[in-house]
C-alpha cells in the first residue's frame, strides 16, 4: 500500500483548491482562451470529476449531449496532438497490389475488389432478399415502436432560396421577411391530392409519410434533430393549421393517432481551436452530424430510451431532413427486429453520381485482424500528395470498372435495434473500462477545418473546427467489438441495388436535386404515399451546372421550366448560365456557354433555325459574339 505523506496531501488539496478557483474564473470570463479546459478535457477519460466537468459545462453554456460530444472530440484532439496515431497515410489497395495489403495498418481494400474470402467480414444484406420476405418481415412490425430522427438541424447553404421563398410566402399569404431554416422546412412542393393543388415542404411531406403507415407499428415517436438556426422553423411546421387536414396541425393529428413526439436534439455550436492550440469562444461552429451517431450509444448506455414493453421492438431511424425517402420501409424496420440486429448502416451501390463520397473498406489491425471503414476521397488526396499519385483516380474509378465487384456507397443512413444493441454495449463498456472509456475510444475521425475570421479590430485569425462524421463512429464503434469479442461484428449492412436506389436514398444536395424530385417528369409526387416515385429507376442522370446562377433554387425552376429530362443521362452547361424551358432533353447534352452573357437557349435556336424542340446527344458552343455551334456528342 502506498501512504502519502502529510505534505503531500496538503499538495494535492492545493492543487484541488487552485484548479477550483481556475474553474470559478472560467466560469466567470468563459469568453476568453480557454486553455485551463483544453487541458482538462484532452486528459484520458476517466480521470477528471463529474463535479469539475459540470462546471466547465456551464461556463460553456452547452446542454448535456453537446458537451458529452466535445468532450470526445477533445479526446481525441488531445490524442492525436500526443501520438502519431493520425499521421499516417491511408492507401488504398488496387488489384495490383491487394496481396501485399494484407496485414498493413495503412492499406484497405474497397468493397469494389475485395475477394470473397475477405467480403466475409462485411456482414451484408442485399435489399431484394428482404423484399423477398416482405409478408413475413412485416408481420412482426405491430410490436416495434418506431423512433425516427431526421437531421434538420443545418441551413443547407449550398442551395440559395431567398428568392424562391419569397414566391413561397406570397402563395402562402405569409408576411415578414424572409427566414432561412433548414432544406427540409423551406423547400416545397406542389402536391395534387384528389384533385386539389397543395404547396407542402418535404418536412411536412415526411410527417404526413409516417402518419400514413403509423398503422403498421405499436406506435411512431417523431424526433426533431435541429439548430437554433432551424428549430423554429420546425416547430412552425409541426403547429400551423394545414387546409390538406381540414385545419388540423401534424402536431394534433399526431396526437389523435397515438403517435409521439421526443426531444428534440439541439446541436449547438461548440468552441473551436485557436491559434494558442486552445478552445476559444471568439468563433463556433458545429462539429458534424457524428453528434447523433455518440448520442445513440450515450442514450443506450444511460437507459435514455423511450420505454417498452416485454415483447415490444425499439427500432430506431437516423436519416438525413431533406431527403424525403430517407426513412426505411417496414418490411426493413420488420427484418431488424426479426433478426434481432443491433445496428445497419445502409448503403447502395456506387454510381457515376457517387464518385465523391465514401465508400465501404476493409482494414488491417496491428495484429493483421480485418475491421470495416469508411475510405474517404479526402484519404486517397493525401495518398496521393504522398508518394501515391495514383490514388485520387482510382478512388473515383473504384466500382465503376468492368471488373470491379460492386462498391458500396454510404447513404448516412444508420437503423438502431436499440433492443439488441442495449446488452452488447453494456457488456462491451465492462469490457472497456467504463461507458466514459467506451464514447472515447469510438470518437469519430477528426475532421479539422481551418477558418479565417476577422475579430472586431480588424485582425485575422485562424481556427480550426473540429468535427466528425457519423458513419466514422458507427464503424470504430464496430471495430472496437470485434477486438473485445473475438471478431463478432456489430454492425450489418444493408446495401440498395441500383433499381430500389431512389426508393431510401434521394438527396437533396444541389437546386437542380430538387427540380428534378418534384417539378420535373422524372419524378412523380404520390400524395396517399407522400413518397416521390422514379419514372426511370436505376438511371438518374450526371448532372454539373457551373455557374453560380443555378444555386438559387427560383432561378433552376425558372431555368428547366417545363423541361423534359426523363430520357436525361448526363447534362453539363459551362460558362454564363442557360435556360432551356420546355426543351426536351435525352441522353448525354453538354453545353459551352462562352458569351459572358445569361442565354436563353429556344430563341437562340430558333434564331439559327434549329429544328425541334429535343436536344438528345449533343454539344452546344455558344461562342463569345453568341453564335451557335451544335455537334454530335461522343
Not at 61 to 82: H, P, T
Not at 298 to 319: D, F, M, Q
Request: glycine share 8%; net charge positive.
Amino acid at each position: 500500500m502506498v501512504r502519502l505523506s502529510s505534505v503531500a496531501i496538503i499538495s494535492v488539496f492545493a492543487f484541488q483548491t487552485a484548479l477550483a478557483g481556475k474553474l470559478e474564473c472560467l466560469h466567470v470570463y468563459g469568453n476568453g482562451n480557454l486553455s485551463v479546459t483544453t487541458k482538462i478535457l484532452t486528459q484520458p477519460a476517466g480521470t477528471v470529476s463529474d463535479s469539475t466537468l459540470k462546471k466547465i459545462q456551464e461556463s460553456l453554456g452547452l446542454d448535456e449531449i453537446n458537451f458529452k460530444y466535445l468532450q470526445v472530440l477533445m479526446s481525441a484532439y488531445g490524442e492525436s496532438k500526443s501520438s502519431k496515431k493520425n499521421s499516417s497515410v491511408i492507401v488504398i489497395a488496387d488489384h495490383e497490389n491487394l496481396a501485399q495489403a494484407l496485414g498493413k495498418t495503412t492499406m484497405v481494400v474497397p468493397t469494389a475488389i475485395a475477394s470473397k474470402s475477405l467480403m466475409k467480414s462485411v456482414p451484408v444484406t442485399e435489399y431484394a432478399a428482404i423484399v423477398a420476405k416482405k409478408a413475413e418481415y412485416e408481420a412482426v412490425t405491430p410490436e416495434v415502436k418506431f423512433w425516427v430522427k431526421k437531421l434538420m438541424a443545418g441551413t443547407g447553404s449550398g442551395i440559395v432560396r431567398v428568392e424562391f421563398l419569397k414566391d413561397v410566402y406570397e402563395k402562402l399569404g405569409k408576411t415578414g421577411s424572409i427566414k432561412i431554416g433548414s432544406k427540409g422546412t423551406d423547400l416545397h412542393a406542389e402536391v395534387t391530392i384528389d384533385g386539389k393543388m397543395y404547396l407542402l415542404n418535404i418536412a411536412e411531406l415526411q410527417i404526413l409519410q409516417l402518419l400514413a403507415q403509423s398503422d403498421k407499428y405499436k406506435q411512431v415517436i417523431f424526433h426533431d434533430v435541429v439548430s437554433n438556426e432551424t428549430q423554429q422553423s420546425i416547430e412552425t411546421t409541426w403547429s400551423k393549421p394545414s387546409a390538406l387536414l381540414h385545419g388540423q396541425t401534424l402536431s394534433e393529428v399526431a396526437v389523435q393517432k397515438g403517435e409521439v413526439r421526443s426531444g428534440p436534439t439541439v446541436q449547438f455550436h461548440i468552441p473551436t481551436i485557436g491559434e494558442s492550440g486552445a478552445l476559444t469562444k471568439e468563433r463556433s461552429a458545429p462539429a458534424g452530424h457524428g453528434l447523433f451517431a455518440i448520442e445513440a450509444v450515450y442514450a443506450t448506455l444511460n437507459n435514455k430510451l423511450p420505454k417498452t414493453k416485454k415483447g415490444e421492438s425499439l427500432i430506431g431511424v437516423i436519416g438525413n431532413g431533406e431527403d424525403l425517402m430517407s426513412t426505411p420501409s417496414s418490411d426493413i424496420v420488420g427484418w431488424m427486429a426479426k433478426e434481432r440486429l443491433p445496428l445497419v448502416m445502409v448503403t447502395t451501390e456506387k454510381t457515376a453520381l457517387d464518385k465523391q463520397g465514401g465508400q465501404i473498406a476493409i482494414g488491417f489491425n496491428s495484429k493483421g485482424q480485418e475491421y470495416v471503414t469508411i475510405v474517404e476521397k479526402a484519404q486517397a488526396e493525401t495518398a496521393a500528395k504522398n508518394g501515391h499519385p495514383e490514388q485520387t483516380d482510382l478512388f473515383g474509378a473504384l466500382g465503376l470498372r468492368p471488373k470491379d465487384n460492386k462498391a458500396m456507397f454510404n447513404t448516412n443512413m444508420v437503423i438502431v435495434n436499440y433492443n439488441a444493441l442495449q446488452p452488447k454495449l453494456a457488456q462491451l463498456a465492462q469490457k472497456v473500462g467504463g461507458n466514459e472509456k467506451l464514447l472515447a475510444l469510438i470518437a469519430p475521425d477528426l475532421i479539422t477545418n481551418t477558418k479565417k475570421q476577422k475579430s472586431a479590430d480588424g485582425i485575422e485569425k485562424s481556427f480550426v473546427q473540429l468535427e466528425g462524421a457519423m458513419g466514422s463512429v458507427v464503424l470504430k464503434l464496430d471495430r472496437l467489438y470485434r477486438e473485445t469479442f473475438n471478431g463478432e461484428p456489430l454492425v450489418h449492412f444493408l446495401n440498395i441495388g441500383k433499381d430500389y436506389r431512389t426508393q431510401y436514398f434521394a438527396p437533396i444536395k444541389s437546386a437542380f436535386d430538387f427540380f428534378m424530385q418534384f417539378y420535373s417528369d422524372r419524378f412523380v409526387v404520390d400524395g396517399n404515399a407522400f413518397k416521390i416515385v422514379d419514372q426511370r429507376p436505376g438511371a438518374i442522370p450526371k448532372v454539373t451546372l457551373a455557374d453560380d446562377f443555378y444555386k438559387e433554387a427560383a432561378n433552376v425552376l425558372s431555368a428547366f421550366k417545363g423541361a423534359k429530362i426523363l430520357e436525361l443521362d448526363e447534362l453539363s452547361i459551362e460558362g454564363a448560365s442557360v435556360l432551356v424551358p420546355g426543351m426536351k432533353l435525352s441522353g448525354v447534352v453538354k453545353i459551352k456557354n462562352l458569351s459572358g452573357q445569361s442565354v436563353h437557349l429556344p430563341t437562340l435556336l430558333q434564331q439559327n433555325k434549329f429544328a425541334g424542340n429535343e436536344l438528345k446527344n449533343v454539344n452546344i458552343t455558344i461562342d463569345a459574339e453568341g453564335m451557335l455551334m451544335i455537334t454530335a456528342a461522343r
